[in-house]
Structure formats: structure tokens, C-alpha cells
């Protein structure tokens, strides 16, 4: 993706400075130092919950097991736990603590279709064929959180600091099918300052503009009337053929749209058997732009060819959005803080065996460069100029973004250079390097959380940013309306057919130091003999 560095924009010059970031009072530095002591001696902790989480595995609007156990955790602890919020059944909000400022930590919890993988294994060696699991790495985010809260909260106790600590999980991230949602109904209404973990390769925080699409996510359903294929096809209409033409129209339409856009579809219903005419045929669509007003144009677009497809096939058609991700722009104020503190802790040591598990893994997807894990910090970004942002994927942190000061901690719980969204980006996510990036980034959330939780001129700071800078020209007009259900039935069906299978494969940290001692997998396994390409080409 391409960024521009340290961007500044006129109008940010008549903002003062953050004040003193650099330099903490003596009082909060004794406290960070804590909080960093604290996190260390919850690595054990940590390295359960990400080996836990993992193999879980489960999907968008499924994460059952996932959130049983996080919150079962944070009870533990003595958070208050509130379930099924914004009519979500695996959404959750646990809070800890009185009084303002209200912080809010969170991170996604679900995975990826097909991506089932065996984790410190440096090629495709699914943990069961076909089935689903961390392809994203999103089993390490709220570990993360949950460490970070801990080890703040024992400060709060002991130096009876006011606020409150919530917890909340991204639910069907890749679906973008929640955080739109817990906007509407008010679950960010109370809160001051949002920290948001997502796993990266680096330890790193950006302000303004990301780069990257905003996006909404709608579902067609055609309906025609069924006949004798073969009998009488004169008397059928195939809601299928408008399904068919609906995608043949977009892909011509495709090559006049702006560079900017993505738009990608599957067929959820193709019809029954081919002897019936298909009364009914569904197709679902990401439609992706870089703001607002494009991503409704996209979304207007789509329309037009829903409603040509059917005039041609004489056919209607209704449609539901399922999920909805705001273009993002992360605070400045937030950001800044932050960056101080990911100096102060900096990358983890990788072992000898992580970096031979990364190139390993660079080389057997035939990467140009085997470059391994990150060894050097990256800078503090800036906003990304409409110019220099050719899109890409979205979060819907992005809605969040536009209602609370709000930034994106990325921690290097993973391999650089991989596809995403594939069983390679599980690899790492349940090994050392995953667990000690969870370490890292859980010093730099609570030590960030510490600033806010001490400093109110901070908190007021980036609500300057919020109302003076970023919402100044530009307002969050929401994709979804009062009425939209969330779309809680994804993936009911995958998990399904799999989860019996992926129970045998929990992990049990009762009987095994780790996941990788459970599945009696050595660390790093790596190929002996060239790579999957050149044995195909053999
Ligand atoms: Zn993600």
C-alpha cells in the first residue's frame, strides 16, 4: 500500500503540539514500568488465551467458544460482563472501574474460511481439510487487550486512579457486520478515547486519513417462478439468469469505475437442481471505495444492475446489507501518545527459530524477498492523501473512528509478506512470535491507556482534533439505517459442518505447556527438499 510519511496538512499547524509527550512525570513513568513488569509475568497468561483463541478457530457471528472463554476470563477478573450486545449473540462489553475517562479496548476475534493450518509449520498443512480458522491472525487481538487491562487495572487499584476499563470484541471483522452496528445502538455513547489492537509485522500507529477502502456489503435475491427445465422452460424465469447477468453487467461495468474501487462477489444461493428453474439465486457483494459519497455511488451502481438483471429476466429482486466498514481516520492526539510509548518497548527479540520459520515460509510462497520478521521499528504515519490511496481492504474500526477519538495499535503478532486472508497467515499465530508480539503490543496498550487514564489535558486534546479538525468539513452519515439487523446467521452453516471436528482440537492448557506441544509439532518445521512450486514443477 502506498503511504505518504509524515504528512502535514496546513490546517494542522494551528493546532498546538501534543504537549511533553517524551518525557512522563515521575508518577507515571513508576506506574508504566509496573504496567510493563505486569505484562511480563502474564506472558504465560497471554500465550494460553492466543494458543486458546486459536484453536477456536472460529468464524464471523460464530465466535461461540471464543467469547464464552474471554469473558469467563475477564469475569474472573472481576469485570462486569454484558452479553449479546446490539442484538449480536457472541457480542459482549465488559467494563471494570468507575468514573471518566471511559477507555475503550478492543480487538476482532473471528477467522477465515478454508484457512485451517498447522501452526509453526512452513507450508499448507491444514489441522482439518477444508475447514475454517485463523487465516488473519485475529486470534491474538484480544489477548492482547485482556493482558493490557489486567496489568492496568492492578495500578488503578493501588494508586486508586478513577476511569473505566471496557473490553469489547470485534465480531465478524471480515464480514465488517458489527462495529456499524454497536455505533447505532450507543455502545460507544459514554466513551472517551478507543484503543484498537489489529496483528501487523510491526509495532506501529498511524493518525488521519488511512489508507485502504471504506466499504458496504450487500446481499441481491432475485425470485422468478419454477418450472420442468426441460418440459416447460417457457413457463419458468430463473432467478439465477439475473443472478448471472446481475455479475456479467458489473464486470463490463467494472473497467469505468475509479482505480480506487473493489468489488468482489459470491453466489450464496445458485437454485436447487438443474430441473427445477431456480426461483430463487442470491449473490453477495463487496462494493469498496475510498469515501463516502463513492462508496454510495458503488453501492447505487449495483442497484442499477439489480434492476437491469431483472427487467431482462422478468424476475424481482430485494437486497440486505449484511456489513458496512467508514473509510478510517485515526486521531492525531491518540496517536502520538501512543507512538511514545511503542518507542519505550520496541520490537521483541526473535528467536534464531522465528526468523527460520518466517524466510521459510517467504520462500515456499515464492516471495522476491525473504526478508524474515521485522527488526526495525516503523515511523509514525500520517494521513494518506486521496491522490496516493489506490484502495484496499477496510475495517469497520473505521466507524468507530468517526465517533470516538480512536486509533489502531498494529503489533507484529505475524510474517511479513503474506496474501492475507489464507491459511499462511496462521502460521505464525500460534507460535513464539505471535506470543511475544502480544507481549509487546500489551505494554505499549497499557502503558498508552496509563497517559490517558492520568493525563485529562490528553483526553480533551484529541476531542479538539475530533470536533475542530476531523469531523470540521466531513460528518459520519452511516451506511445503515435504524431498521438493518445485524447478519447474524453468517457462516451458521460452515460451522455447522465443521465444528464437531474442531472441538477434538481445542487446546487443553491443563495437559500441555502449548498448542504446538499439543499437536506435537517441533518448532520451526520447514521443508527439507525445494519448495511446493518446485515440486510441482518437478
Ligand atoms: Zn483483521
Do not use: C
Request: proline content about 6%; hydrophobic content about 40%.
Amino acid at each position: 500500500m502506498m503511504r505518504t510519511r509524515f504528512t502535514v496538512l496546513p490546517l494542522l499547524l494551528s493546532l498546538a503540539t501534543t504537549p511533553a509527550l517524551a518525557q512522563d512525570n515521575p508518577k507515571v513513568a513508576a506506574q508504566k514500568a509496573d504496567a510493563a513488569r505486569g505484562v511480563d509475568e502474564m506472558a504465560k497468561m497471554a500465550q494460553e488465551m492466543v494458543d486458546s483463541v486459536f484453536s477456536f478457530g472460529e468464524l464471523g457471528m460464530q465466535e461461540v467458544e471464543t467469547s464464552k472463554y474471554l469473558t469467563g476470563m475477564l469475569e474472573k477478573y472481576g469485570f462486569k460482563v454484558q452479553r449479546g450486545v446490539a442484538g449480536i449473540p457472541t457480542a459482549w462489553v465488559a467494563t471494570w472501574g468507575s468514573g471518566k475517562p471511559v477507555i475503550a479496548m478492543g480487538s476482532d476475534i473471528d477467522g477465515i474460511p478454508q484457512a485451517s493450518q498447522k501452526p509453526g509449520v512452513a507450508y499448507f498443512d491444514p489441522l482439518i481439510e477444508g475447514a475454517p480458522g485463523h487465516g488473519e491472525g485475529h486470534n491474538t487481538g484480544m489477548p492482547l487487550q485482556v493482558v493490557a487491562a489486567l496489568a492496568v487495572k492492578r495500578i488503578m487499584e493501588r494508586d486508586k486512579l478513577p476511569g473505566t476499563l471496557m473490553l469489547w470484541p470485534g465480531v465478524a471483522e471480515e464480514q465488517l457486520a458489527s462495529k456499524a452496528w454497536y455505533v447505532r445502538d450507543g455502545v460507544f455513547k459514554d466513551v472517551d478515547i478507543t484503543l484498537f489492537a489489529h496483528v501487523g509485522n510491526n509495532l506501529g500507529v498511524s493518525w488521519g486519513d488511512g489508507g485502504g477502502n471504506g466499504m458496504v456489503s450487500v446481499e441481491y435475491t432475485f425470485t422468478g417462478e419454477t418450472a420442468h427445465s426441460a418440459g416447460a422452460p417457457w413457463r419458468g424465469r430463473s432467478a439465477l439468469d439475473a443472478v448471472e447477468l446481475m455479475d456479467a453487467g458489473w464486470n463490463y461495468r467494472r473497467e469505468h469505475l475509479r482505480l480506487s474501487q473493489r468489488s468482489h462477489y459470491v453466489i450464496t444461493n445458485g437454485g436447487d437442481q438443474p430441473n427445477v428453474v431456480p426461483r430463487n439465486a442470491s449473490v453477495w457483494y463487496y462494493f469498496r471505495e475510498s469515501d463516502q459519497p463513492h462508496i454510495k455511488e458503488l453501492w447505487d451502481i449495483g442497484n442499477k444492475m439489480a434492476e437491469g438483471a431483472a427487467l431482462m429476466t422478468n424476475t424481482a429482486w430485494t437486497s440486505r446489507i449484511l456489513g458496512t466498514a467508514y473509510p478510517q481516520h485515526m486521531n492525531k492526539t491518540v496517536a502520538e501518545v501512543m507512538y511514545e510509548n511503542i518507542k519505550k518497548v520496541g520490537l521483541p527479540q526473535w528467536s534464531e527459530a522465528d526468523q527460520t520459520l518466517a524466510k521459510a515460509l517467504q520462500k515456499e510462497l515464492g516471495n522476491a524477498r525473504q526478508e524474515g520478521l521485522a527488526v526495525k521499528l516503523e515511523e509514525l504515519r500520517g494521513p494518506v492523501k486521496p491522490e496516493d490511496n489506490y484502495g484496499g481492504g477496510s475495517d469497520d474500526i473505521g466507524d468507530i473512528s468517526w465517533n470516538v477519538p480512536t486509533v489502531t495499535l498494529r503489533y507484529p503478532a505475524n510474517i511479513p509478506g503474506l496474501p492475507g486472508h489464507n491459511w499462511s497467515s496462521g502460521i505464525a499465530s500460534a507460535t513464539p512470535i505471535a506470543h511475544k508480539g502480544v507481549v509487546a503490543g500489551a505494554k505499549v496498550m497499557a502503558m498508552t491507556v496509563l497517559d490517558f487514564m492520568n493525563r485529562p489535558e490528553l483526553v480533551q486534546q484529541a476531542w479538539d482534533y475530533y470536533k475542530n479538525v476531523q469531523t470540521k468539513d466531513r460528518k459520519y452519515i452511516p451506511f445503515i439505517t435504524d431498521k438493518d439487523p445485524p447478519a447474524t446467521h453468517l457462516n451458521a452453516n460452515i460451522l455447522a459442518k465443521y465444528r464437531e471436528q474442531m472441538k477434538k482440537m481445542y487446546y487443553d492448557p491443563t495437559k500441555y505447556s502449548t498448542y504446538l506441544e499439543q499437536l506435537g509439532i517441533q518448532y520451526p518445521t520447514i521443508r527439507t527438499s525445494g519448495t511446493k512450486q518446485q515440486q510441482q514443477e518437478q
